[in-house]
C-alpha cells in the first residue's frame, strides 16, 4: 500500500500521472504492485481517487492492484496526523462510491466503532476488503467487526487501541485472531523490533505482511515534505510532524524486506513471502499472484546479495530501459520473484547460484529491450506458462521455499501479433541459467 512516493502525494494530485509517478518512484525498490493509498478526505476526493485508479487499470498502468482508502471513517482519538475536519461516520450512504471501482480490489481502513457491523458486511460482500485501522475500539468490538468480515489490521500497534492487562484492546484481538491478517511497518521507527518479534509469536507467520506507510520523499532527496499543509520532517525512515509525531514513513519496500530478516530474525524466505504472497492472499490475489508458479503473472524482481534491486519485470516487461545500467560483471545476483501487486512467493527459489525469490509489487510503464518475444507490440500480460522446480535440502518438502528452479517459461494472455522487424509469433520463451548469462552481458534474451 503506496501512500505516497517520488515526491508525489496521492491525496494532493488523485490523476493517473500521479499513480504512474508513485509506481516508477517504488518499482527501483522491488514493487511490482501496489496500492495507491488516500488518507481521510472529502468524498469527492475519494470519488476523484477511485476514478484515477480505474483510469490507470484501464490504460494499464503497470502495477496498479487497486485502491487503498484509509479514511475518513476513523476515530479522532486515535487520528494520527490525519485531519480532524475530514473525520466522519460510515453510513449507508457511501457505499455506493466505496464499492465503484470495477477491475481492481478495493481496500478500506476504518474504525470498527465508526459505522455499524451491518455495513462492514455489506461491504465485503460487494468484494471490499475491510482493515481496522485508527481505532479506539475494545476487543468486544472488534470481534464483532471480525465476524462481519473484517479480515485485517493496518499498521498493527500504530494508531489502534492498545493491549493492556485489563482490557485486550484492538491489538490483543489482532493478535489472538488466527485468521485475519497484520500488517506492521518494519522501519524501527512504527514500532520496537522486540515488540514486533513478540507479536510473530502470536499467530502463524503468514498472517503478517510487511507494509511501507510511504511518504512522497521515498524514492528523493528530500527532507522535508507538506502533508494537507502541514510540515513534515524526514529523519531516517521516520517522517515527523512539528509536533513530533510520526507521520507515514520514509522506508521502501526492499528495506522492509531487508529489516524484517537484520530486526526481527526472519529467515530471507519469509520475509520476502510476508511482502509478497502473504499481501496477496489478503487482497484475494493469490489465484495469479504472490507466487512464482504455472498461471501465476510474470513479475520477477533481480536484486544483488545485499537485495539491492537491480532490474525488475512487471507482465514480463523489464526496466531496463529506465535503468541504463547495465548488468555486466555483477557478481551472484538474486532473482526475486514476482508479487503481483503486493505479490509472488516461492522465496528462497535460486537459479544456478541466482535466487528467484517472491516480492511485491509496483509500477513504472515502459517498454525496454525485449525479453519476450513481441514485448513492445502487446499490452497483454505475460504469466508463467511452466516453472519446473527441484526440492532442495533448504526447505521441508512441504514447502515451496529453497527450490531449485531449471527455468521459467511465459506466455502472453493470448496470441500476439507478428514481430514487424523478424516476422515471430511466439507466445513462449524461457528464461533459465544461460538467458541470465546473456541478461548479463547485456543482450537481448528474443528477437
Not at 521516520?238 to 519496500?253: F, K, P, Q, T, V
Request: proline share 5%; with cysteine.
Amino acid at each position: 500500500m503506496c501512500r505516497k512516493s517520488g515526491g508525489v502525494l496521492f491525496n494532493d494530485d488523485p490523476t493517473i500521472d500521479a499513480i504512474r509517478a508513485i509506481g516508477r518512484a517504488h518499482r527501483r525498490f522491488g514493487t511490482t504492485g501496489f496500492l495507491p493509498t488516500l488518507i481521510s478526505a472529502d468524498l469527492e476526493i475519494v470519488a476523484r481517487a477511485i476514478a484515477a485508479v480505474r483510469g490507470a487499470i484501464g490504460a494499464a498502468v503497470p502495477g496498479v492492484l487497486g485502491i487503498h482508502i484509509e479514511g475518513p471513517f476513523l476515530n479522532a482519538a486515535r487520528k494520527g496526523v490525519h485531519d480532524p475536519a475530514k473525520l466522519r461516520e460510515l453510513d449507508p450512504s457511501a457505499l455506493g462510491l466505496l464499492t465503484s471501482l470495477r477491475g481492481g480490489r478495493t481496500l478500506i481502513t476504518l474504525a470498527p466503532e465508526m459505522t455499524t457491523p451491518h455495513i462492514i458486511g455489506q461491504l465485503t460482500a460487494a468484494g471490499v476488503v475491510v482493515s481496522a485501522g485508527h481505532t479506539n475500539a475494545s476487543y468486544a468490538e472488534i470481534q464483532v467487526a471480525l465476524a462481519h468480515g473484517l479480515s485485517g489490521f493496518t499498521h498493527l500497534f500504530n494508531a489502534m487501541s492498545q493491549l493492556t492487562g485489563r482490557e485486550p484492546g484492538t491489538v490483543g484481538a489482532a493478535l489472538d485472531d488466527q485468521r485475519s491478517f497484520c500488517g506492521i511497518i518494519v522501519d524501527g521507527a512504527h514500532t520496537d523490533p522486540v515488540v514486533l518479534r513478540i507479536a510473530l509469536k502470536c499467530k502463524p507467520l503468514d498472517r503478517f505482511m510487511l507494509v511501507t506507510d510511504a511518504m512522497p520523499s521515498v524514492g528523493t532527496d528530500d527532507g522535508s515534505f507538506e502533508l494537507q499543509g502541514r510540515p513534515i520532517a524526514v529523519r531516517g525512515y521516520a517522517c515527523l510532524d512539528a509536533e513530533g509525531r510520526l507521520a507515514g514513513s520514509n522506508i521502501d519496500m526492499a528495506s522492509c524486506v531487508r529489516n524484517a530478516v537484520t530486526m526481527l530474525d526472519v529467515p530471507l524466505a519469509q520475509a520476502v513471502r510476508m511482502a509478497s504472497q502473504v499481501p496477496a492472499q489478503f487482497l484475494g490475489l493469490a489465484n495469479d499472484s504472490g507466487r512464482i508458479a504455472a498461471g501465476c503473472r510474470a513479475n520477477l524482481v533481480l536484486a544483488d546479495d545485499d537485495l539491492n534491486v537491480l532490474e525488475t519485470w512487471i507482465d514480463g516487461r523489464t526496466s531496463r530501459r529506465e535503468r541504463s545500467a547495465s548488468l555486466r560483471g555483477l557478481k551472484a545476483p538474486r532473482a526475486i520473484g514476482e508479487h503481483q501487486g503486493v505479490a509472488q512467493s516461492l522465496p528462497g527459489v535460486r537459479l544456478d547460484r541466482r535466487r528467484l525469490v517472491d516480492h511485491p509489487r509496483i509500477i513504472h510503464e515502459q517498454h525496454g529491450p525485449r525479453l519476450f518475444h513481441g514485448e513492445a507490440h502487446t499490452a497483454r500480460p505475460v504469466r508463467i506458462e511452466h516453472a519446473r522446480l527441484a526440492p532442495t535440502d533448504c526447505t521441508a518438502p512441504d514447502q515451496h521455499h529453497g527450490d531449485e528452479i531449471d527455468s521459467i517459461a511465459v506466455r502472453t494472455l493470448g496470441r500476439r501479433p507478428a514481430d514487424a522487424a523478424g516476422g515471430i509469433d511466439a507466445e513462449l520463451v524461457r528464461l533459465d541459467v544461460p538467458a541470465l548469462d546473456r541478461l548479463q552481458r547485456g543482450e537481448q534474451l528474443a528477437e
